[in-house]
């Protein structure tokens, strides 16, 4: 098992669009010309510009898997890329994975 890293308590439900269109009014105006949405990283580090994205139900047919959330969530994944490009490194995992000590 690798080292644990030496990392602050996460945010919860990160809001990363914002960081692409800025912060403050008219937020939402900017997401939507943007073709944004107001999407949330379950965990995130913002100092250190690390996320963590869990996909939750994969094995009972859970929302990440159905068809207009799998959608939603490919928008999302395609928006974390180009958050990447800025610097930002997005990791996603199951639930199962989660549970395991690896």
Request: with cysteine; aromatic share 10%; hydrophobic share 40%.
């Amino acid at each position: 098992m690798p080292p644990p890293l030496d990392l602050p308590q996460p945010e919860r439900e990160y809001c990363f669009a914002r960081d692409i269109v800025g912060h403050g009014p008219g937020i939402r105006k900017r997401l939507r010309d943007a073709g944004l949405r107001d999407w949330r990283f379950d965990f995130a580090w913002p100092e250190q510009k690390a996320a963590v994205e869990i996909e939750g139900g994969i094995w009972v047919r859970g929302a990440h898997v159905r068809g207009e959330h799998f959608e939603s969530d490919a928008r999302k994944y395609n928006a974390a890329q180009a958050a990447a490009a800025l610097g930002r490194e997005v990791l996603p995992f199951t639930d199962i994975e989660l549970e395991k000590e690896e």
